[in-house]
Each structure stands twice: as structure tokens, then as C-alpha cells.
């Protein structure tokens, strides 16, 4: 299984951006895909998650209504559209997939994307 996220860059503080993961090496039916984000000194957070085949979402409550996970099946990409973004948004976002269903818990996961840095200046 490879992720590959891309999208991140520098925004100001209230603009938006799209973060994108595009997932090869299976079929992801029976995964959860989620979104997670790590601040320099900061242990890495959950953000986001999608269950691949039905579609339902889950997310954290620091992103509750400013963040929208999707997923395209036919290009096997998870997207994150980022809404007012604020500066305590600013962090490295990791996509990552687990086979079965959405869990916030980062070691539940199996696979891990490389990280695209967002950065939000006030």
C-alpha cells in the first residue's frame, strides 16, 4: 500500500486549502482512511476519517465544521478540504489507511503516507 499526500502550503490565518491522498496497492473496500497532524513538539493528532465503501465521516471537535474529508473511488484519492484555517492549524498532515473501520487511535492504523506541511500565519 502507497499514500502519497500532497496540497499542503502556506495560507493566512481564515483561507483554505486541500489536502489530497492518493492511495495504490489494493482495493480499499474494506478500509477506514483518515487524516492525522503532528505540531513541532506535539504528539501526532487525529483530525478526520472516512470510511472507504459507505462514506461515513468522523471528526475531531477542534475541526468540526471547518473541515470536510471525502473520497473519490474511482481515483482511489481521499481529499480534506481545510475551511478558516487558524494558526493552531499549522502542523505536518499525514493520511493514513486501516483495514476495517474508523478509529481516532494513530497506532490503529497500518499505513502511513509521507507528511505535506501546512502552515497557517496570523
Known amino acids: 500500500v502507497q499514500l502519497q499526500a500532497s496540497g499542503g502550503g502556506l495560507v493566512q490565518a481564515g483561507g483554505s486549502l486541500r489536502l489530497s491522498c492518493a492511495a495504490s496497492g489494493r482495493t480499499f473496500s474494506s478500509y477506514a482512511m483518515g487524516w492525522f497532524r503532528q505540531a513541532p513538539g506535539k504528539e501526532r493528532e487525529f483530525v478526520a476519517a472516512i470510511n472507504w465503501s459507505v462514506g461515513g465521516t468522523y471528526y475531531a471537535d477542534s475541526v468540526k465544521g471547518r473541515f470536510t474529508i471525502s473520497r473519490d473511488i474511482a481515483k482511489n484519492t481521499v481529499y480534506m478540504q481545510m475551511n478558516s484555517l487558524k494558526p493552531e492549524d499549522t502542523a505536518v498532515y499525514y493520511c493514513?489507511?486501516?483495514?476495517?473501520?474508523?478509529?481516532?487511535?494513530?497506532?490503529?492504523?497500518?499505513?502511513w503516507g509521507q507528511g505535506t506541511q501546512v502552515t497557517v500565519s496570523s
Open positions: 493514513a489507511a486501516r483495514y476495517g473501520g474508523i478509529v481516532s487511535r494513530a497506532s490503529s492504523y497500518d499505513y
